[in-house]
């Protein structure tokens, strides 16, 4: 049975994301990305203040690139190859609208910041989740 409580970003969110800093090096985030089973992640200063996305898709292009361009082991900082600005949300948005719009632009997550820092992420996986129990379709 559906609840009527609303739904918001924050009850499906994962607090605490992982994350890299602006200013690393791109095999950095690639080493990120393969230890945590992610397919990207939040780009952070270090005040914690997000900065841009970076994408497996993202990291592969650099590493493509540099091997098809024969450069050394230095590809470069996350900087040069995140994807920004950012459509982040805020952990009091309405999940359901997060999701519409995540949809529209075809994203797989988006950060939650309050008080212009880092405080959370929202896949895709944690709103189908939430969705699931939200309207009781994975009951039992």
């Not at 994408?55 to 592969?60: A, F, I, Q």
């Not at 050394?72 to 949300?89: I, L, N």
Request: include cysteine.
């Amino acid at each position: 049975m559906p609840s009527n409580k609303p739904f918001f970003v924050k009850s499906c969110m994962r607090e605490n994301p992982a994350k890299v800093l602006e200013s690393a090096e791109i095999y950095d985030a690639i080493r990120i990305i393969l230890d945590h089973g992610l397919s990207g992640l939040t780009v952070v200063d270090e005040e914690n203040n997000v900065k841009g996305v970076v994408s497996e898709l993202d990291c592969l292009r650099a590493v493509i690139g540099s091997a098809y361009n024969e450069s050394s082991y230095r590809v470069g900082t996350v900087s040069e190859y995140m994807s920004h600005p950012v459509d982040a949300c805020h952990p009091e948005d309405s999940a359901f609208e997060v999701a519409q719009d995540m949809l529209a632009k075809n994203q797989r997550r988006r950060p939650v910041v309050k008080d212009g820092k880092l405080i959370g992420q929202v896949s895709c996986r944690n709103v189908l989740w939430a969705i699931g129990n939200y309207t009781g379709a994975l009951e039992d």
